[in-house]
């Protein structure tokens, strides 16, 4: 079983930063990628920014610039350096790991939140 444990949630004011972490623990396998979700209420789940396990990386269009994704060198530990937030960024936060197999196991944290205040 793989566990997901996030931290670094947290409220900071518009223009401030914030760096949210996520560590793999448990029967940790090889993750292909890594990624943060974010879900505001009343709306969907969506993927803020991915890293595969090369290094490449992703964003949503409105983090773009803003927001870095990393992955520490055991490839078991994301991390999301949020700069620049605005109140639409608040939402709870949520990591995930997807796995190598086929279907892939999708794995994912408990989330934290993250509230921008104006």
């Known amino acids: 079983q793989v566990q997901l444990v996030e931290s670094g949630g947290g409220l900071v004011q518009a223009g401030g930063s914030l760096r949210l972490s996520c560590a793999a623990s448990?029967?940790?396998?090889?993750?292909?990628?890594m990624a943060w979700y974010r879900q505001a209420p009343g709306k969907q789940r969506e993927l803020v920014a991915i890293?595969?396990?090369?290094?490449?990386?992703n964003y949503l269009d409105s983090v773009k610039g803003r927001f870095t994704i990393s992955m520490d060198n055991t490839k078991t530990a994301v991390y999301l350096q949020m700069n620049s937030v605005n109140p639409e960024d608040t939402a709870v936060y949520y990591c995930n790991a997807r796995g190598n197999g086929f279907p892939p196991n999708d794995y994912w944290g408990q989330g934290t939140q993250v509230t921008v205040s104006s």
């Open positions: 448990g029967r940790v396998l090889v993750f292909s990628a």
């Open positions: 890293i595969s396990r090369s290094g490449t990386t």
